[in-house]
């Protein structure tokens, strides 16, 4: 894969870029803060770009906005936002448009799933910390479709978050391919969303409804 970084840290950037280039992927730019890193993603059309979300100028949530700007400019183009803490406010727009991850730097403890996870981008799926999702679906009011959900869906729902196929979610959990296909038809009907044939757009849609519902 050619791969954008946007990082602020020169240490976290340079060993971030090692770890990726010793993977086989090629740095095609690195940028210490957010204008220069929509201008690398724009001039250098990257298979991935990998952003963190507090950088310069304000050292806010920068990062989240450039990714905004990129996706506006070129709505397909795969994007890993990282932060150190979970800041949901841009996440929602961004999942509902696919090809999205959000990681929290701290909860990387294996650099094989870590790169699984860039993968699983690239090809236009997601890749959602189970922090970050916890977040989503836990910003809701009393009494909404959410609540209806039994512990288990609410389960699945998280693993189908993070991008899991059916075959993975049924591992973690210990259950069968069918009865985790049960179980998400079931999310599906009592959140009131169309049936599709893609997992990953069964996803984008609930946590869309679901950010919609907070309110």
């Known amino acids: 894969m050619r791969i954008v970084i946007g990082e602020d840290s020169a240490l976290f950037r340079e060993g971030l870029a090692r770890i990726l280039a010793d993977d086989g992927h090629e740095i095609v730019a690195t940028a210490a803060d957010a204008p220069a890193t929509v201008a690398a993603v724009l001039g250098h059309d990257p298979d991935l770009a ?28 795969p ?3 990282l932060s150190q803490h979970v800041e949901s406010r841009h996440s929602v ?11 929290l730097k701290d ?5 094989g799933d870590f790169l699984d996870a860039l993968a699983r981008v690239a090809a236009g799926g997601s890749a959602l910390d189970p922090e970050v999702v916890a977040r989503l679906i836990g910003r809701r009011r009393d009494g909404d479709r959410l609540g ?11 693993l189908m978050a993070e991008g899991r196929t059916n075959r993975g979610i049924a591992r973690r959990l210990h259950l069968t391919e069918r009865t985790v296909e049960t179980h998400t038809g079931s999310i599906i009907g009592k959140l009131g ?8 757009i069964r996803v984008l849609a609930v946590l869309a409804h679901i950010d919609a519902g907070s309110g």
Do not use: N
Request: avoid cysteine.
């Open 193 to 200: 969303l169309a049936a599709s044939d893609d997992d990953h």
């Open 79 to 81: 994007i890993v936002l």
């Open 93 to 103: 727009e961004l999942v509902s448009t696919g090809a999205f991850g959000y990681l």
């Open 50 to 77: 990998v952003i963190d979300i507090r950088m310069p100028p304000e050292h806010a949530d920068d990062g989240a906005r450039a990714a905004r700007e990129i996706r506006a400019a070129r709505p397909a183009q």
């Open 107 to 111: 909860r990387v403890l294996d650099v």
């Open 148 to 158: 209806a959900l039994t512990p288990r869906e609410r389960e699945v729902l998280a």
